[in-house]
């Protein structure tokens, strides 16, 4: 069993910077491929970005591409999710979400993951 908790959510005004935290517990952290989606008011979630265990290989949805870095910290048994340049379109619940299978890559799809934290707010204003 994987227990995920977030941090790091709040209120920025568009083109500010927000840096989120997912501390995982349970688990060999580093063989977890580890994910962040997304879910904003009226729709469905959405993958944001994936890094895989050892290698770090990493992957992100066309939307956030040059603006937002996810990173480990497998010492810490930590994912980040560095955003920048937000804009109100970024505004959701964001959930990390961890994989136990060991890929080298991660992916995009929900149904894969098979442990989620609770979620953190971001809300970004115009």
């Known amino acids: 069993q994987v227990q995920l908790v977030e941090s790091g959510g709040g209120l920025v005004q568009a083109g500010g910077s927000l840096r989120l935290s997912c501390a995982a517990s349970?688990?060999?952290?580093?063989?977890?491929?580890m994910a962040w989606f997304r879910r904003a008011p009226g729709r469905e979630r959405e993958f944001v970005a994936g890094?895989?265990?050892?290698?770090?290989?990493?992957l992100y949805t066309d939307s956030v591409k040059g603006r937002f870095t996810i990173s480990r910290d497998n010492a810490k048994n930590t994912v980040y999710l560095q955003m920048n340049s937000l804009k109100p379109d970024d505004t959701a619940v964001y959930y990390c979400?961890?994989?136990?299978?060991?890929?080298?890559?991660?992916?995009?799809?929900?149904?894969?993951?098979?442990?989620w934290g609770q979620g953190t707010q971001v809300t970004v204003s115009s």
């Open positions: 349970g688990s060999t952290f580093s063989r977890l491929v």
């Open positions: 890094i895989s265990g050892r290698a770090g290989t990493t």
């Open positions: 979400a961890a994989d136990e299978s060991a890929t080298y890559f991660p992916s995009q799809g929900s149904t894969v993951y098979d442990y």
